[in-house]
């Protein structure tokens, strides 16, 4: 719509200095001492407001076309098109501030939205919530593109054609409801309930989904743990059983000895644990050293950065372990009281790691690596050691994330002030703030949840391997009748891409595929229906993520605004669901239970100021955030003390000082005295585990379990014939594919850009405009080896692994190549390992918006009926976007810094752990050939 | 845009990566200066009482853009405009291994402002504790203040052909919030405030950085009186750096962000 033009130019409002700054314009124009305005063209220099216009009319452009909704990024430019209150004074008066929680990664940063009139003009952090205090990355910031997407889905689309074609109808929601309740009820008459599978990516409203699926009778709830952090954990369980998650105390360390984390950019705990690594290092003194393959923004701002060969970051380890020990530098005292071995048994076991073996296996020089050894234990128990996917998502990922533990056992800064620790909890204290009651988990065993060839993915917790679940579907293992995606973007994000392809469009596989999203991504491109999900703005859940405060807390989310078009939250969905299909399930959803109604359940003891509110609900609703200021930091927990009460009865071993109360493990004796010790069979810290070599040999480990006192699970008999001989030490795995690589051979790694999460955000305008383009990165040595320059293009051959295949042949993944290969541009950088390839996840998508695809152009298939496109037109981005690839992405035409990327799963084969089904994201050899 | 504008871009970064540092060596743009008379008054800060100023502590910035989309958000900069946006600079450290240093960068808010002495309409003047603000009841893009700007901190708004830069978000400050940009900064390292409170962040941050002797001034041979402070790496004086930041008659680029850039200057 265009606006009417005017050559009238308002004057300024009577502000006294604007009106003196006219009257003294006004005076030199009539004095005629204007005259070095330029372009003009009239060879008169007369400097008259007239004048002034004439120029400004011939450079203003064509006003933004738009719809009846303002679009982020499209400035309001009232009457003629000049800027008008800019800033103005009056945006945020009358605003109101709604708090919530962000959901563009899992960090679930604490964030304000600013509504006015219905409408939410700006997102900014909350400084009530305890863990990110207020602060937002570039992700969080970018929230108004997510909520006022132009392409955003608003309405229910059921195909029409073949799946996958891209033909769609709008329907109503009263038809999608009944469609999903007919489909779930013929599940229910076949008796295999296990063959709904409800699979999330990304899920913050567990609650609700468990509920769903428990009433429904089926646990095929399946998520993406194992292409996560499945060994990060289950090393962490290893040593704790409490706990999966290691929070370091950056803000109160010394020293913090990263192995390829990258905490500045990406991590679960992004926000929170960032800023606390530069408090510790700005406020407190400490430094930080990264080992990384690749120099992310964290290593390339360490005070000391090492590039390893890729997966090697266990060797490192153990060589610095080696020089604590040979030198005598570890806590002796803490050992031997913490540690479940002695240190001469854990010197048999590490001796052969000397530094200067590592220096040869990860090429980081002994010498380094020694002294980085001494600094880290002269620094304790203020020292902490930071690691994630860099480290574990590697086919030796949980041993090297073992041998990273047993640093911080050797100095014993384990769960000390500015060292190692941990929470008992990894988000909502659910013993303190239970959700509401639902049903009880029902015996409907599925494959997909509990594959057998993995050790330890279910033993502590349910941690899956999303990665196998196409490769299980793909070769008959299960079977799908409805398959419910949410949040999901598994044909970008899951490795082999082709594969989660295949199974998604094969109707025998998956019977009817329902995908719940706020966009058409490319999961939803493969489903039947589509169901439009509201956003994080737009909806209810109680949340919260590893405490770095180390005590809980809580925020809750909840709508700034009502939900856009018909797009609606599975709090919502998943209880008209239940009604229709009946058969006993609705009655865990009464109606009178609406969504606030079960926020205010499930918050409801949440203590607050009796004087300013009525209720807990109306103080989180105020504030947004809830940390209990009485609760001490989770500080050496396992010397809390067992007082007479809990000793009654108790029975104390007289070898192990391990303290039992029928049957069950509650504490050790320490230093005379009864405490809690660790969770584990030992009490103690497992730097040796019986338990996962027994686990391992499906072995009987109740007793084990008892002791510990957690809730650890035996492997159950389905995984029999599945044993494997687990090393019950932090040791070296060598990945034999990587030894000795061919001249024209790499080992390429993965990495997350700081404005992206794995795949969803590069619809976002403003993060797509900074990162939509991925080249990979060479290192010169290579770039010279191998012929390349800046902008060449190499053709890349994926093989997939011959370790896994070795170690499991029933997984029947195979070790060649993958026939699909990849072309993509190189940027050739000092920045990457001479013997590695970086090329990162979140772009190349081909779907999921024109944003994310680098498109002008607007979607005008059939997929329109899902939108409100012409409502929520974004001219800033038809006319602005300046990275479209006219040309295509193609060798011969691209031009650097456009298009939408390339997808690194093309050739990325699915690798599981076998030890705990984490897929091997860093590992995969390619072959690089140059493209003329 | 069509390609060939990408492709002017793209030469545009070269010629700023080539140019770049000789500009930064030239004194500022008199040439384009109005007479005194013309911009006395507007030179002059509102009498508030206030000095507002920046410090950016470039040795704890991640390179994380949350300032930059915030910016945009707050301001609906359009794509391929920038009132900030955030320098990559990867080196070579004196004693081997690589780094990686992260500036944010933006209008410096000069206290002798070239934009302001270059204005011939009127339009930039001093605000809110000496901020350099745009009139837009008088701006008619004649661009004399981009090209007279030392630190490529204006764009021209292709819709409204008139001047955009930071503002220090004074419509936030008159309601008690921070800068968008300086109030969502997770590394902390962005810091806006009154310099006239010496128990003010800033004001105190400057204090101690400068008894560290880490504080610097973007291209002080411009004589600009910026008030903005940087602390940068001990491995990386500013002079290292700052050719990557544009000059006179330039602003900030959308190819600044390729990975293909990060590695300049060398």
């Avoid at chain 1, 132009?150 to 038809?175: F, Q, T």
């Avoid at chain 1, 991590?267 to 120099?295: I, P």
């Avoid at chain 1, 266990?314 to 030198?327: D, N, P, S, V, Y």
């Avoid at chain 1, 499991?808 to 940027?827: A, C, F, H, M, T």
């Amino acid at each position: 719509m265009n606006r009417p033009v005017s050559d009238e130019v308002r004057h300024p409002a009577d502000v006294p200095t604007r009106r003196d700054l006219l009257r003294l314009s006004a005076a030199l124009a009539a004095a005629g001492t204007l005259g070095s305005c330029r372009s003009t063209g009239s060879g008169k220099s007369t400097p008259s407001r007239e004048k002034n216009l004439e120029v400004w009319k011939r450079g203003r452009g064509t006003p933004y076309a738009t719809g009846d909704l303002k679009m982020p990024g499209v400035c309001q430019l009232p009457g003629p098109y000049r800027k008008h209150k800019f800033p103005d004074p009056d945006k945020y008066r009358g605003a109101k501030p709604v708090h919530g929680m962000c959901q563009l990664c899992s960090t679930v940063c604490g964030i304000t939205g600013w509504v006015k009139d219905g409408r939410v003009i700006k997102v900014d952090g909350n400084p009530a919530d305890p863990n990110s205090r207020g602060r937002m990355c570039a992700r969080g910031q970018a929230a108004l593109n997510h909520l006022y997407h132009p392409e955003r889905l608003l309405y229910p689309l059921a195909r029409v054609g073949k799946r996958g074609e891209g033909r769609w109808r709008r329907i109503s929601w009263d038809e999608a409801y009944d469609m999903v309740a007919s489909k779930l009820q013929a599940v229910q008459r076949s008796g295999k309930l296990e063959e709904f599978a409800f699979h999330q990516g990304r899920s913050r409203s567990n609650d609700i989904v468990q509920r769903f699926l428990r009433a429904f009778g089926t646990n095929t709830h399946l998520n993406h743990r194992g292409l996560c952090s499945a060994a990060r954990r289950a090393a962490n369980l290893t040593y704790l059983f409490e706990s999966d998650w290691d929070l370091g105390d950056y803000e109160n360390a010394k020293y913090i000895l990263n192995f390829g984390s990258n905490m500045f950019e990406a991590h679960q705990g992004h926000v929170a644990g960032a800023q606390r690594v530069q408090r510790g290092r700005f406020e407190n003194g400490a430094k930080l050293v990264t080992f990384d393959v690749r120099m992310s923004n964290t290593a390339g701002n360490s005070d000391e950065f090492y590039m390893p060969f890729p997966g090697t970051d266990g060797a490192i380890a153990l060589a610095m372990a080696h020089t604590l020990i040979q030198e005598k530098l570890y806590d002796d005292q803490f050992f031997r009281e913490w540690a479940n071995c002695g240190i001469d048994a854990l010197w048999e076991q590490i001796k052969a790691y000397t530094p200067q073996w590592a220096e040869k296996t990860s090429g980081v020089s002994a010498v380094v690596i020694q002294r980085i050894a001494r600094e880290f234990a002269a620094a304790a128990p203020h020292a902490t050691t930071m690691c994630n996917r860099g480290s574990s998502a590697h086919i030796n990922g949980y041993y090297n994330d073992r041998a990273i533990g047993l640093l911080n056992v050797l100095v014993g800064s384990v769960g000390k002030q500015g060292g190692w620790c941990w929470m008992f909890t990894g988000g909502v204290d659910g013993k303190r703030f239970p959700a509401p009651k639902g049903p009880p988990s029902p015996k409907t065993p599925s494959i997909l949840v509990d594959p057998p060839e993995f050790v330890l993915s279910n033993v502590w917790n349910q941690m899956k391997v999303g990665e196998i679940v196409y490769h299980y579907l793909a070769k008959g293992r299960a079977k799908m009748q409805v398959y419910m995606t949410y949040n999901l973007d598994s044909p970008l994000t899951w490795p082999e891409t082709d594969v989660t392809r295949a199974v998604l469009l094969d109707e025998e596989k998956i019977g009817f595929h329902v995908c719940i999203n706020p966009f058409l991504s490319e999961t939803a491109s493969f489903a039947d229906l589509v169901l439009p999900w509201t956003t994080f703005m737009e909806r209810w859940d109680v949340d919260a993520r590893g405490a770095y405060n180390l005590k809980p807390y809580l925020s809750m989310r909840r709508p700034m605004i009502e939900p856009l078009g018909e797009s609606k939250d599975v709090r919502e969905i998943l209880p008209e669901l239940a009604r229709r299909v009946g058969g006993g399930m609705e009655k865990w959803f009464p109606k009178e239970l609406d969504q606030r109604s079960y926020m205010a359940e499930w918050v409801k003891n949440v203590p607050f100021d009796r004087a300013k509110y009525t209720d807990s609900m109306a103080f989180l609703e105020d504030v947004g955030a809830y940390e209990d200021p009485q609760q001490p930091r989770y500080y050496q927990p396992y010397l809390r003390p067992l007082d007479d009460k809990a000793m009654k009865g108790a029975q104390v071993d007289e070898k192990t000082g391990v303290i039992t109360k029928a049957g069950k493990g509650i504490g050790i004796m320490y230093r005379g005295k009864p405490v809690v010790g660790f969770k584990t069979p030992s009490r103690k810290l497992e730097v040796h585990s019986e338990f996962v070599v027994m686990t391992a040999r499906n072995q009987d480990t109740s007793a084990l379990i008892a002791r510990s006192g957690a809730k650890a699970k035996r492997r159950p008999p389905s995984h029999a014939g599945h044993e494997y001989e687990l090393s019950p030490w932090p040791t070296y795995m060598q990945i034999e594919e990587h030894v000795g690589l061919a001249d024209d051979q790499l080992v390429m790694t993965s990495f997350k850009w700081n404005v992206h999460n794995h795949g969803r955000t590069a619809n976002l305008k403003w993060c797509s405009e900074i990162v939509h383009s991925n080249p990979a990165w060479i290192h010169p040595d290579t770039a010279a080896r191998l012929g390349l320059k800046d902008g060449d293009w190499v053709e890349l051959t994926g093989h997939r692994s011959k370790t896994i295949d070795k170690l499991s042949k029933s997984l029947q993944l195979g070790s060649g190549p993958i026939e699909r290969k990849l072309q993509i541009p190189v940027v050739v950088t000092r920045g990457v390992h001479p013997r590695a390839i970086a090329i990162s996840n979140s772009l190349g998508h081909w779907a999921y918006t024109s944003v994310a695809q680098a498109l002008v152009r607007r979607e005008s298939g059939s997929a329109r009926r899902g939108m409100d496109a012409d409502r929520m037109r974004d001219a800033d981005w038809e006319r602005n976007m300046w990275w479209e690839a006219r040309g295509g992405a193609a060798p011969n035409n691209w031009v650097r810094n456009t298009g939408p990327g390339w997808a690194q799963n093309q050739i990325l084969p699915i690798a599981p752990d076998v030890i705990s089904g984490q897929q091997s994201f860093h590992d995969t050899v390619v072959n690089v050939r140059k493209l003329s | 845009m069509d390609r060939r504008s990408v492709l002017e871009l793209g030469a545009a970064g070269a010629l700023l990566a080539a140019t770049g540092q000789a500009q930064g060596k030239q004194g500022v743009r008199h040439d384009l200066f109005q007479p005194e008379e013309h911009y006395r008054e507007r030179m002059r800060a509102p009498a508030d009482g206030k000095r507002y100023g920046w410090v950016v502590d470039a040795r704890r910035c991640f390179g994380c853009h949350g300032c930059e989309v915030a910016c945009k958000a707050e301001n609906d900069v359009p794509l391929g405009k920038y009132i900030r946006q955030t320098i990559y600079h990867d080196y070579e450290k004196p004693q081997g291994g690589m780094a990686r240093l992260m500036v944010p960068m933006a209008c410096q808010h000069c206290e002798d402002a070239p934009c302001i002495k270059a204005c011939p309409c009127g339009a930039l003047h001093k605000g809110a504790g000496g901020s350099v603000q745009i009139d837009y009841d008088v701006c008619s893009g004649y661009a004399a203040c981009k090209d007279a700007c030392p630190y490529g901190a204006i764009y021209i708004d292709p819709v409204a052909n008139q001047a955009v830069k930071c503002h220090n978000c004074t419509h936030r400050i008159d309601v008690g919030l921070e800068p968008a940009c300086a109030a969502t900064c997770p590394s902390e390292a962005l810091y806006f405030g009154d310099l006239n409170d010496p128990e003010s962040r800033v004001s105190k941050l400057k204090a101690k950085l400068e008894r560290e002797g880490a504080l610097a001034q973007l291209r002080p041979e411009k004589e600009t009186k910026p008030r903005m402070w940087f602390a940068s790496d001990k491995h990386r004086n500013i002079a290292q750096w700052e050719p990557k930041v544009p000059g006179e008659g330039q602003s900030y680029g959308p190819d600044s962000y390729s990975v293909y850039r990060w590695k300049e200057p060398r």
